[in-house]
């Protein structure tokens, strides 16, 4: 058990006695709705770098905060996420993404600097500010998008549609102009923004009828 990612994984029934054994106050933490390490996350995310993307999601589906030295850990420790394999990081994305408040581990991953390592798009939007001045910058606009794309799903989670919605303006970065007068301009930005999308999502080994779908 202490082998395991988190406080709220790390409990067991002792067979066959059916004893309930939660020797790191796994019940605790869920009913306090925060995610621990059983020992220092430093270990943990050592042994697999994959649980600081894991925390990000559970953060997101079981709508849990994140403990502040497992935050912190994350944040020292996010380059390691670049030994993981694609796949892996894909499946975790893909969860987080499908998930009931995928705005939440979003905001994790990219505040950690562990998007940096697997989808560095996102965190580039922060600094380029909405034209239509309608959002902080064009990062939260994403997030915003995000969560108007759920409610926009007839029939539950669509991934397809979600990673759409993520990643609708990333070319905005690399087209951003700025007009006479003190406007702002992103001509054919979403032509850019196609084409990075399709290269990511291949990085990220996604399925081609994925990749067609999100980037066509």
Do not use: W
């Not at 995310?45 to 990000?56: I, K, N, S």
């Not at 609708?168 to 001509?187: N, Q």
């Amino acid at each position: 058990l202490a082998r395991r990612d988190f406080t709220v994984n790390a409990m067991a029934v002792r067979l066959p006695s059916l004893e309930f054994v939660d020797p790191f106050r796994g019940t605790d933490d869920l009913e306090k709705r925060v995610l621990r390490t059983p020992g220092s996350p430093e270990d943990s995310f050592d042994d697999d770098p994959l649980r600081m993307l894991r925390a990000a999601r559970f953060a997101s589906q079981l709508e849990l905060s994140v403990a502040e030295p497992v935050l912190e850990a994350i944040a020292a420790m996010a380059d390691r996420l670049a030994i993981v394999s694609s796949e892996r990081v894909r499946d975790e994305l893909s969860k987080l993404l499908l998930s009931p408040r995928p705005r939440h581990g979003l905001a994790i991953v990219v505040d950690s600097g562990l998007a940096e390592v697997f989808l560095p798009e996102l965190p580039a939007l922060r600094l380029e500010v909405d034209e239509h001045h309608r959002h902080k910058d064009v990062y939260e606009h994403t997030l915003t998008v995000v969560e108007q794309a759920i409610d926009l799903e007839p029939d539950g989670p669509d991934l397809v549609l979600r990673l759409a919605a993520l990643l609708h303006d990333i070319g905005k970065p690399a087209t951003r102009r700025f007009e006479p007068g003190g406007g702002v301009s992103c001509h054919h930005h979403e032509l850019v923004g196609a084409r990075m999308s399709r290269k990511r999502l291949k990085a990220l080994r996604y399925p081609k009828e994925v990749v067609d779908a999100v980037s066509g």
